[in-house]
Structures are given as structure tokens and as C-alpha cells.
């Protein structure tokens, strides 16, 4: 079990495959179209609106519709119930994000060029920390946007969560919140990346186990 290891260990240091290096870099070029797309879309319906209003949080901006008058509008409605408004400063958040997906092409482009499978371990780690701290985030100002309301608001409501994923009644309102075209182009890397590794891993765990089990027949006294 122990030279298994050992095995499995020094294939983390071997270099990637030919044909992973080129998936790599292929790999990078939804992260670049991602940052020109938005991630999600928050969007309400109501009889007094039926055309809808909708929000679209890119990884750098945030817009609506109906030539962005629809981001003012919402923002008068959420007024009455005591909410935040919606603007670019209370979204700092975003900040961040343009810089996290321009350092993963960095990483990934490093990685197809020299990087070893420890580096493509390295990276579905950090693709994975990035993403799930990312949700954490949004899931997080979606919550504190909805249970931190100014008590001397024109309208009382229950503190609540609006819709984080699919839809949710509130009042008269019918919420919805989806990732869009951003967040799907990032899923595709995301996924690309996790399966290159799993299959380095596997292949490499099979080769460590094969070269163990021939040294251990190579070692084995003949039977006459």
C-alpha cells in the first residue's frame, strides 16, 4: 500500500497530457466571454407590471431593463417595504469577481503551458473555493437585503429571503431569481477543469496500482 502511495505521489508530479494541455486552454475561453455576459438575472412580476421588471448582475456592473429605468423602479417599490437600494455601492462584492476570473485564466493558461497534475489539483480547488465563496456571497446579500428593513417603512412585511434560485411570492409580487449566459459559460469551465482532473487522478491511482502490483510479482519467489 505504501509504494502504491508513493507511486500515486510522484504521478502528481508528472507533467499533464498532451491532449489536457490543449483542453486548458481552450477551457479559457468561456471565463473570457463570461465577463461580458450576466450572471444572473432577478426579475418580478405583478399585475401593475405586465411586462415584468428585471435586474442582471454582471461580474463587473449591474443592469435592468427597459433602458435601466427598470433598476429605479424596483428600488421605489422595495422603498415602501424598507429595504436597501439597489446600486452599484451597496453591490461592492462584485469588486472582486472580474479579478478572480481573470487570475483563473491566468492560472489555467500557466497550467496547459507548464503546469504538472499537483498544479491541475491546484486549480480545480481553487475554481471550486472561488465558486462556492462566490454563492456564499450572493446568497448571503440576498438574505441581509431582505431581513434588514427600516422599520419605520410606509409598508410592514415579515423579514424574508427573496428567491435565490426559482421563483417566490411576495405580496403581489411573484419573484424570480436564475443564472444567466455568465454563470453557465463559468459552469462549462468549471466542469472541464474538475473532469480533466478526476481523470488524471483516476488514471494516475490505476498506473500506481498496476506498477505495485508487477513489482510485488516481480519480488515473489518462483514456485517449482
Not at 11 to 30: E, N, T
Amino acid at each position: 500500500m505504501k509504494n502504491a502511495l508513493d507511486r500515486f505521489y510522484q504521478f502528481l508530479d508528472r507533467p499533464l497530457f498532451g491532449w489536457s494541455r490543449i483542453v486548458l486552454a481552450l477551457l479559457v475561453i468561456p471565463i473570457i466571454l463570461a465577463l461580458g455576459q450576466p450572471l444572473w438575472r432577478i426579475s418580478m412580476q405583478a399585475p401593475q407590471y405586465p411586462k415584468g421588471l428585471y435586474l442582471d448582475i454582471y461580474a463587473h456592473t449591474v443592469e435592468s431593463g427597459n433602458d435601466n429605468r427598470d433598476l429605479k423602479e424596483i428600488n421605489i417599490l422595495n422603498h415602501y417595504i424598507g429595504m436597501k437600494t439597489i446600486d452599484r455601492a451597496e453591490l461592492s462584492d462584485l469588486d472582486w469577481i472580474p479579478f478572480a476570473l481573470v487570475a483563473l485564466v491566468l492560472l489555467t493558461l500557466r497550467c496547459a503551458a507548464i503546469g504538472n497534475v499537483r498544479s491541475l489539483v491546484d486549480l480545480a480547488v481553487v475554481t471550486g473555493f472561488i465558486g462556492a465563496f462566490s454563492l456564499f456571497r450572493f446568497v448571503y446579500k440576498l438574505y441581509s437585503y431582505g431581513h434588514n428593513l427600516d422599520p419605520t417603512a410606509p409598508i410592514k412585511v415579515e423579514p424574508f429571503t427573496p428567491a435565490i434560485f426559482g421563483s417566490k411570492q411576495i405580496a403581489n409580487f411573484t419573484t424570480s431569481s436564475f443564472p444567466q449566459t455568465g454563470s453557465y459559460l463559468i459552469a462549462v469551465f468549471a466542469l472541464g477543469v474538475v473532469a480533466l482532473t478526476a481523470w488524471h487522478l483516476i488514471k494516475g491511482r490505476k498506473d500506481a496500482a498496476r506498477a505495485d502490483l508487477l513489482a510485488r510479482t516481480e519480488s515473489s519467489p518462483a514456485v517449482s
